[in-house]
């Protein structure tokens, strides 16, 4: 496979600030004011405002919005509720455009490659689109085809976050998001980078070979490139249009997206980071697909052995294991007033693994994960002066809470202190080194630095 050819252009940068720049002037001028001359003005009336100017946008700014809103004390409660509702959906590139973008990926012969290619995409999203293809040797096909210009979208999208959240850390200083920025952008400009992703495909069918219930599809080398993803195709339905199915099935739904996420991270330390509903698809018979693999983390092994020594800090009360963890995690120097707000969350993030029976994920049944205990620790962090949340905390939350809305969706009942204990009461540090060594050496990936 070749290496992404940089399209991050000068005039495609300025197109795309003043695309977000005029979206975000009026938002901005109304919370200065707020801020300088006391203003009163409605939250939530802007927070839909905010989500009406960058909805009309589209594209890279639209992952970010979708990550930002669920890391709870990174944006007010109701700005993260009207984030959620984004949808990262971009106006297909016409015929034309897809020949000469296929041309430029494979060569001017690329047609002779397959044995048919729909010129039509399949599927949308923020940064690409989906074709369906045959190949010569009767396999169906995905073509995921980079938009033209993305770069430089996503460049200039990173620079207006960079200034939206300074605006909003002076608005509010519970959280400084200095850290989440650094991460989302390495994460972002991954993302731009199908090679990659395609490495990434690769160590996830390492990592789960062993997990019957869980499909990761075939790359197909030879037609991939940066900005051209082509993989196996795989059929089954969004969750949201499984339509109703008995408590069983919900439950052995819930029990495989819960392996397939956590399977990789206590066994080989990595994280699919984006549980987002179009990143997975249910099969007929009720086995799941993992379909993108754009945003993937690698951890250290201290991070994943802090996750567990927190869920033993939590159930036995030991602070000094708590701040171990935490400082494993990536915070420093905390105060004991600083980790009581933490453990606030920590506690709601690990209440269902500490009760050894069947229970839903979120007991108290109120349609929103987490919406109420963020709200209080977010607030509880305001008057405590803030904090500054590692990167390494970024996607391990978004994958936590991603995946707490899947199964409150699913509504399924299930023993999560069983499964966890499963995964993490044999944990070693070392053998986690030597396996995920192991894995991404198949894969061709390197660890994080």
Same mark, same amino acid.
């Given at each position: 496979?070749?290496?992404?050819?940089?399209?991050?252009?000068?005039?495609?940068?300025?197109?795309?600030?003043?695309?977000?720049?005029?979206?975000?002037?009026?938002?901005?001028?109304?919370?200065?004011?707020?801020?300088?001359?006391?203003?009163?003005?409605?939250?939530?009336?802007?927070?839909?405002?905010?989500?009406?100017?960058?909805?009309?946008?589209?594209?890279?700014?639209?992952?970010?919005?979708?990550?930002?809103?669920?890391?709870?004390?990174?944006?007010?409660?109701?700005?993260?509720?009207?984030?959620?509702?984004?949808?990262?959906?971009?106006?297909?590139?016409?015929?034309?455009?897809?020949?000469?973008?296929?041309?430029?990926?494979?060569?001017?012969?690329?047609?002779?490659?397959?044995?048919?290619?729909?010129?039509?995409?399949?599927?949308?999203?923020?940064?690409?689109?989906?074709?369906?293809?045959?190949?010569?040797?009767?396999?169906?096909?995905?073509?995921?085809?980079?938009?033209?210009?993305?770069?430089?979208?996503?460049?200039?999208?990173?620079?207006?976050?960079?200034?939206?959240?300074?605006?909003?850390?002076?608005?509010?200083?519970?959280?400084?998001?200095?850290?989440?920025?650094?991460?989302?952008?390495?994460?972002?400009?991954?993302?731009?980078?199908?090679?990659?992703?395609?490495?990434?495909?690769?160590?996830?069918?390492?990592?789960?070979?062993?997990?019957?219930?869980?499909?990761?599809?075939?790359?197909?080398?030879?037609?991939?490139?940066?900005?051209?993803?082509?993989?196996?195709?795989?059929?089954?339905?969004?969750?949201?249009?499984?339509?109703?199915?008995?408590?069983?099935?919900?439950?052995?739904?819930?029990?495989?997206?819960?392996?397939?996420?956590?399977?990789?991270?206590?066994?080989?330390?990595?994280?699919?980071?984006?549980?987002?509903?179009?990143?997975?698809?249910?099969?007929?018979?009720?086995?799941?697909?993992?379909?993108?693999?754009?945003?993937?983390?690698?951890?250290?092994?201290?991070?994943?052995?802090?996750?567990?020594?927190?869920?033993?800090?939590?159930?036995?009360?030991?602070?000094?294991?708590?701040?171990?963890?935490?400082?494993?995690?990536?915070?420093?120097?905390?105060?004991?007033?600083?980790?009581?707000? %933490? /453990?606030?969350?920590?506690? =709601?993030?690990?209440?269902?693994?500490?009760? #050894? @029976?069947? +229970? !839903?994920?979120?007991?108290?049944?109120?349609?929103?994960?987490?919406?109420?205990?963020?709200?209080?620790?977010?607030?509880?962090?305001?008057?405590?002066?803030?904090?500054?949340?590692?990167?390494?905390?970024?996607?391990?939350?978004?994958?936590?809470?991603?995946?707490?809305?899947?199964?409150?969706?699913?509504?399924?009942? %299930? /023993?999560?202190?069983?499964? =966890?204990?499963?995964?993490?009461?044999?944990? #070693? @540090?070392? +053998? !986690?080194?030597?396996?995920?060594?192991?894995?991404?050496?198949?894969?061709?990936?390197?660890?994080?630095?």
């Amino acid at each position: 496979m070749s290496e992404p050819r940089s399209e991050n252009t000068f005039g495609g940068r300025v197109r795309r600030y003043a695309q977000v720049g005029q979206a975000m002037s009026g938002i901005a001028a109304k919370y200065a004011g707020k801020r300088v001359f006391g203003w009163e003005i409605d939250d939530s009336k802007y927070a839909e405002e905010l989500r009406t100017a960058l909805g009309g946008l589209k594209g890279p700014l639209m992952k970010v919005a979708q990550m930002l809103s669920t890391i709870p004390d990174a944006l007010p409660a109701d700005y993260a509720a009207e984030l959620a509702q984004l949808q990262s959906e971009a106006p297909p590139m016409g015929k034309p455009f897809v020949r000469r973008r296929m041309e430029a990926e494979l060569g001017p012969d690329w047609r002779r490659r397959f044995e048919s290619f729909q010129l039509e995409a399949a599927h949308a999203a923020s940064l690409g689109q989906v074709h369906k293809a045959k190949l010569h040797d009767g396999r169906d096909v995905a073509c995921k085809l980079q938009y033209p210009g993305i770069s430089s979208t996503v460049e200039a999208d990173l620079s207006q976050l960079k200034l939206i959240l300074d605006i909003y850390r002076r608005y509010d200083a519970a959280i400084d998001t200095s850290e989440i920025y650094k991460e989302i952008s390495v994460r972002l400009r991954e993302e731009l980078d199908y090679w990659r992703e395609a490495k990434n495909g690769g160590l996830y069918r390492h990592m789960l070979r062993d997990e019957p219930h869980v499909h990761v599809p075939e790359i197909v080398t030879e037609l991939s490139t940066g900005r051209l993803l082509t993989m196996e195709w795989v059929t089954g339905v969004k969750l949201t249009d499984l339509g109703e199915v008995d408590l069983e099935t919900r439950r052995a739904i819930a029990q495989k997206m819960f392996r397939a996420w956590y399977v990789p991270f206590y066994e080989y330390g990595v994280i699919h980071g984006d549980p987002h509903l179009g990143n997975y698809t249910v099969r007929d018979d009720y086995d799941i697909n993992l379909l993108d693999f754009g945003c993937i983390r690698v951890f250290q092994p201290k991070f994943v052995g802090g996750v567990i020594d927190l869920y033993y800090a939590l159930r036995d009360g030991d602070m000094d294991l708590a701040v171990s963890a935490y400082e494993a995690w990536g915070f420093h120097d905390l105060t004991k007033e600083a980790l009581e707000i %933490l /453990n606030i969350w920590a506690a =709601f993030l690990y209440a269902p693994l500490m009760e #050894d @029976r069947p +229970r !839903l994920i979120d007991e108290n049944n109120t349609g929103q994960y987490g919406q109420a205990v963020a709200m209080d620790v977010h607030k509880r962090l305001k008057e405590y002066g803030g904090v500054t949340p590692p990167r390494e905390f970024v996607l391990m939350d978004r994958a936590a809470i991603g995946l707490g809305s899947v199964f409150l969706r699913l509504n399924a009942d %299930l /023993n999560w202190h069983r499964m =966890f204990m499963e995964l993490a009461e044999n944990f #070693d @540090r070392d +053998r !986690l080194a030597r396996q995920q060594a192991e894995a991404l050496d198949v894969a061709g990936l390197e660890a994080e630095a």
